[in-house]
């Protein structure tokens, strides 16, 4: 599975440097919603491989992330290209959704 834990201090690195599209999923343990998404993140993270990269950042122990990016509900997924944030999606939604986000910046 291509999915990577990321953190504070790892983020730049890992996101924001990475030579492909990043699917960014913002989540905690307590997020019910967050664990709903959590096998449709993990099943795009299988058919992108290689084209696209998921990472899982926990908003509770990294929220230096979560204030630079604004975040005020999760789940959110953020979308970056080239170190720049190019769509977000807030809340649990079908995979298509997701699809539809992440075909335009591969």
């Known amino acids: 599975m291509a999915i990577t834990e990321v953190t504070d201090q ?3 690195e890992i996101v924001l ?4 599209p990043v699917m960014v999923d913002l989540w905690a343990a307590w997020c ?3 664990k709903m998404i959590h096998p449709i993140i993990d099943e ?3 058919e992108y491989e290689g084209k696209a990269l998921m990472v899982k950042l926990d ?3 990294n929220k230096e992330t979560a204030i630079k990016y604004g975040i005020r509900n999760i789940p959110t997924v953020l979308f970056i290209k080239n170190g720049e944030l ?3 999606q ?4 079908p995979k298509k959704k997701f ?7 591969l």
Do not use: H, M, T, Y
């Open 59 to 61: 908003v509770d122990s």
């Open 90 to 93: 807030v809340g649990a939604v």
């Open 44 to 46: 795009i993270a299988q």
């Open 10 to 12: 790892n983020f730049n």
């Open 86 to 88: 190019v769509d977000k």
């Open 32 to 34: 019910g919603p967050c």
């Open 99 to 105: 699809i539809e986000k992440l075909e335009p910046i």
């Open 17 to 20: 440097q990475s030579d492909i």
